[in-house]
């Protein structure tokens, strides 16, 4: 026992065993610590100090997605585009190691966000870029509803993204969907033109859906998981990111997908931990990860990560399932370091 507190009056602290039970003495120490993986990112585009924090907060391993029309000059998109995109990745990839010392991977692929004028050059080149060690993912990639710029019909993409489908099958790697999310309804309707403050992207610019459904988004997710299983890719190796509470139901029920939930920009997309915990509850840690997409063309945080870590047990998630979800999972799918 020990000694009442010797406060002039009776404060909080006098009361802290109704409050909380006995938890003050089982806190989850370890999570101040546990390594975690993000494995949907493009840091390379980041700054240093960016990465930097990502260092300082316990990244353990990460994979750099180098593949996204955000960063070509040109639109629409050449292949020569999107192949300096890579090989720019592949260029700075080992110095990134070297300096911030967590592990980091490369997801290479065709971005389907504007329309590519020559994917097969694209295609052509791309076997040789899956037999590289530092690769260890197709992506990010998946049919897209609506382009910027320029449309992309629907056949050019299922072309596109079934090509991609058979090369992870050949190889044995993994892919990474960006399977498109839905807007959240607290946002604004209208917001002055051109565009969404905190992302540099001219939403003007935006083209007409290319998919005729009443659910575009869950459509497109549909879609993909045909091409894999066209392609004679399991279902076990792709990696729907950007799960939300659109996909989740389908994708957990219909699927037997890895569901990776984006929260470096919440305020986009609205998909926070409190989405994660609620996946965990309703299906369990065994497919679901969690990663930031952060990038240099939108607001993003490279601690969103880690504070997920804790939310998610102030969620009442247990740390072992914290850790299967932000460690485990991503190592086994795209076989990082112990
Ligand atoms: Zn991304």
Redesign the pocket.
């Known amino acids: 026992m020990t000694p009442p507190h010797p406060t002039k009056r009776p404060t909080d602290a006098a009361h802290l065993d109704d409050a909380v039970g006995d938890q003050a003495d089982d806190l989850p120490r370890e999570l101040l610590t546990l390594p975690w993986i993000d494995p ?1 990112n ?1 840091a390379h585009t980041l700054s240093w100090a960016d990465r930097e924090r990502y260092a300082l907060s316990g990244c353990r391993s990460m994979l750099m ?1 180098a593949s ?1 029309y955000h960063w070509t000059p040109y639109k629409p998109v050449a292949a020569d585009d999107v192949r300096f995109l890579w090989d720019d990745a592949i260029n700075r990839r080992g110095a990134i190691e070297r300096d911030h010392f967590f592990e980091a991977k490369l997801g290479l692929g065709i971005h389907t966000g504007v329309r590519i004028e020559n994917p097969d050059e694209l295609l052509d080149a791309m076997a040789d870029y899956c037999e590289l060690d530092e690769v260890v993912a197709v992506g ?1 990639t998946g049919v897209t509803p609506s382009q910027h710029v320029s449309r992309w019909d629907l056949a050019g993409q299922r072309a596109v993204v079934g090509a991609q489908m058979e090369l992870a099958a050949d190889h044995d790697l993994p892919v990474i969907l ?1 399977t498109p999310n839905t807007t959240t309804d607290s946002r604004r309707e209208y917001q002055r033109p051109p565009g969404t403050p905190g992302y540099e992207k001219n939403a003007g610019l935006g083209q007409d859906p290319v998919i005729d459904a009443d659910n575009p988004a869950l459509e497109a997710a549909k879609i993909d998981v045909e091409l894999a299983d066209e392609a004679g890719l399991d279902e076990e190796r792709v990696v729907a ?1 950007h799960a939300d509470r659109n996909n989740t139901e389908w994708l957990m029920e219909q699927t037997d997908c890895y569901l990776s939930y984006t929260i470096g920009h919440s305020w986009l997309i609205g998909v926070t931990a409190a989405d994660v915990a609620n996946a965990i509850d309703e299906y369990g840690p065994d497919r679901i990860m969690v990663d930031t ?1 952060c ?1 240099n063309v939108l607001r993003t945080d490279p601690f969103a990560l880690k504070r997920a870590i804790f939310e998610l047990y102030r969620y009442g998630i247990d740390v072992d399932d914290i850790r299967q979800v932000v460690l485990e999972n991503p190592r086994d799918v795209f076989d990082f370091e112990e």
Request: glycine content about 12%.
């Open positions: 949907h493009h997605v996204g990010e960006h990111s997409d990038a």
